[in-house]
C-alpha cells in the first residue's frame, strides 16, 4: 500500500517570498509523482509531474519539484511566489505495476500569500 | 479547461434518495476514475473503468456503483444517500489505463439533507 504525507497543513507566505511544500510518499514499489493545484471551487489541475529521468522537474508557472528517492520525498518550491498562487497543493502518488492507476493523495497544503 | 466534463455541477437532496453523476473524458482517453473529496477523508480513490470494464476499486461503498458505456462516458449511481455522502466527487481521465497522468473534472457538489 501506498501513502503521502503532507506535513503542512497551511503555509502563510508573503507575496515575492520563497516557498516550500513537503510531501513525503511511502511505496513498497516504484512511483509515478505529482504535485496538483486546487483554486477555489475549481478541480484539480495537474502542476507538475515526476515519471522518469531527471529528478528535478518544473512547471511552466514557475514551480519546482524534486525527487529524492533516498529520502522518499518530493518537495514542490516556487523561488518568488504571487497572490494569484493562493490555492491547495496535493501530492500523489501512484505505482508503476500493472494496469490500475490509482492515485493516492496527501491531505493538501493550502498556500495562503498575502501582500 | 481540462477537457472533462461533469454533470451536474451542483446537486442537493434528501437522505434516502438515489443520484446519478456523470463524466465524460478527454477525446481519446480510454479510462475514467471517480474520486470522492471531504473535509473528513479528503481525496480518495473509489473505482477506475478503462474502456467499458472495471480495473480498479478503492474506497468504494456497496450502496455506491459506476459503469463506463461503449461511448466512454461514465455514471456513478450513488444510492440510500446517508449525511456522510456530502462531499464533492471527482471525474478524471487518462489515455490508458496504465499511464497515470490523471485529467480532472471539475467536480459535482453533492448535498445531502
Known amino acids: 500500500a501506498q501513502s503521502v504525507t503532507q506535513l503542512d497543513s497551511q503555509v502563510p507566505v508573503f507575496e515575492e517570498a520563497p516557498v516550500e511544500l513537503r510531501c513525503n510518499y511511502s511505496?513498497?514499489?516504484?512511483?509515478?509523482l505529482f504535485w496538483y493545484v486546487q483554486y477555489p471551487n475549481q478541480g484539480l489541475q495537474l502542476l507538475l509531474k515526476?515519471?522518469?529521468?531527471?529528478?528535478l522537474v518544473e512547471s511552466i508557472n514557475g514551480f519546482e519539484a524534486e525527487f529524492n528517492k533516498s529520502q522518499t520525498s518530493f518537495h514542490l518550491r516556487k523561488p518568488s511566489v504571487h497572490i494569484s498562487d493562493t490555492a491547495e497543493y496535493f501530492c500523489?502518488?501512484?505505482?508503476?505495476?500493472?494496469?490500475?492507476?490509482?492515485?493516492?493523495f496527501g491531505t493538501g497544503t493550502r498556500l495562503q500569500v498575502t501582500l | 479547461d481540462s477537457g472533462v466534463t461533469q454533470t451536474p455541477k451542483h446537486l442537493i437532496t434528501a437522505t434516502g434518495q438515489r443520484v446519478t453523476l456523470r463524466c465524460s473524458p478527454r477525446?481519446?482517453?480510454?479510462?475514467v476514475y471517480w474520486y470522492q473529496q471531504s473535509l473528513d477523508q479528503g481525496l480518495q480513490f473509489l473505482i477506475q473503468?478503462?474502456?467499458?470494464?472495471?480495473?480498479a476499486k478503492g474506497n468504494i461503498l456497496e450502496r455506491f456503483s459506476a459503469q463506463q458505456f461503449p461511448d466512454l462516458h461514465s455514471e456513478l449511481n450513488l444510492s440510500s444517500l446517508e449525511l456522510g455522502d456530502s462531499a464533492l466527487y471527482f471525474c478524471?481521465?487518462?489515455?490508458?489505463?496504465?499511464?497515470?497522468?490523471?485529467?480532472f473534472g471539475p467536480g459535482t457538489r453533492l448535498t445531502v439533507l
Open positions: 473503468y478503462y474502456n467499458g470494464e472495471e480495473r
Open positions: 500523489a502518488v501512484s505505482d508503476l505495476t500493472g494496469t490500475a492507476s490509482k492515485l493516492t
Open positions: 511505496s513498497s514499489v516504484s512511483v509515478y
Open positions: 515526476y515519471l522518469s529521468g531527471s529528478t
Open positions: 477525446s481519446g482517453d480510454l479510462s
Open positions: 478524471a481521465s487518462s489515455v490508458l489505463a496504465g499511464r497515470n497522468e490523471q485529467f
